[in-house]
Every structure is written in C-alpha cells, then in structure tokens.
C-alpha cells in the first residue's frame, strides 16, 4: 500500500460578502491539520471590480521551456502604496525558491529595484514552485522635524501548489508559546 503524503499547509481562498453583496473580500490562508490559519493575501471588490487601492497581492506567471527550465514573473500589488503618503525613495523586490532533493538544498534568489514585478529563471527537475516574496521599501519622513529615513518590509510566502511545505511560513504555537516550523 503507498502512503499518502501529508503536507503541513493547504493554501485556500475564503470569501466574505457583506449583506448588500456590493463588496466581497477575499483572503488567502495556508490551513495547518491542527486548524491553524495564516492569512496571506488580500483582495477587495466593490461592485465586482478589484480595488487595488485596499488589497495586497501577487500575481505569478509561471512556465516551463524545455524538460527542466522555469522562468516566470511575479507582480507585486500592495495597498502600502496608497496608504503612506511619504516619498518612496528606494523600493526592492526579491523572491526566494526553496528546491530539495534528496539529502541537498538549493535556494535560488531574484531581486528588482524600484519595479512591482520580480523575474526568475533557474533549472530543476521538480515543476514545486516554493518561496518568499519579500519587499522592502525606504521611505522620505521627518520625525521630530528631523528628516529620516522610514523602512516597511512585507513577506508573502509563495507557492504554486494548493499544499505545500513551504519553511517560509512560521506558525505561533499558544501553549507552547513558541513559533514552530
């Protein structure tokens, strides 16, 4: 008899609709076997029309060419955009893949500057995407009539299955009061 694998997260897509049903939220969560949830990504609608004004998200365009060859693009929508009205100075983009293989890991990363997409290519015998969308923004503020520099870091775990491992995805256990992997 084979043994089904068991994963530690599957990714799903809940759905809010208010009592008028003019605006409906979406949010995806990794579940835990245990029912823990992690919210992940964020979509708002109103009226059937996505407002990216109030939503946080990613899209991933991922192919295959030839037998083990991936490349891709992941576009980055976050609602920081028009919630802080400080000057951007500087924002970076990366994702980083997690790939194994029997007893080696490899970790592959890919970085852009001041762009809302990150492009990736690399080779592989396994078509399981896994990782971490990460950006990191430098902001223009002045504190105390000082001028500074304010930095806002958002992580999104990534992955293009609908279960996964990911080692990205850290989750707070109550009664040992610890974060467990």
């Keep these: 008899m084979i043994k089904k694998k068991e994963y530690k997260y599957k990714k799903k897509w809940l759905e ?3 009592s008028h049903k003019n605006t409906i939220e979406k949010v995806e969560v990794y579940l ?9 990504q964020y979509k708002f609608y109103k009226n059937k029309v996505l407002d990216s004004t109030k939503s946080t998200f990613y ?9 083990n ?17 400080s000057p951007i100075i500087e924002k970076n983009l990366g994702l980083a893949f997690l790939h194994s293989k029997r007893d080696t890991t490899k970790v ?7 762009k809302d997409y990150v492009e990736f290519e690399y080779t592989h015998t396994n078509d399981t995407l896994i ?6 923004r430098l902001l223009d ?4 009539g000082e001028k500074m520099i304010r930095i806002l870091e958002t992580g999104i775990p990534i992955d293009n299955m609908p279960k996964t491992d990911n080692p990205f995805i850290e989750v707070f256990d109550l009664d040992e009061n610890k974060y467990v992997r």
């Design 16 to 18: 809010y609709i208010s």
């Design 32 to 40: 835990t076997k245990d029912k823990d949830t992690i919210y992940q």
């Design 59 to 67: 899209i991933l365009e991922f192919n295959k060419r030839g037998e």
């Design 69 to 85: 060859e991936y490349y891709g693009r992941v576009y980055f929508h976050n609602k920081d955009d028009y919630e802080f009205k």
């Design 108 to 114: 592959w990363d890919f970085e852009s500057k001041n």
């Design 131 to 136: 990782g971490m969308l990460y950006e990191t």
């Design 141 to 144: 503020t002045i504190i105390n």
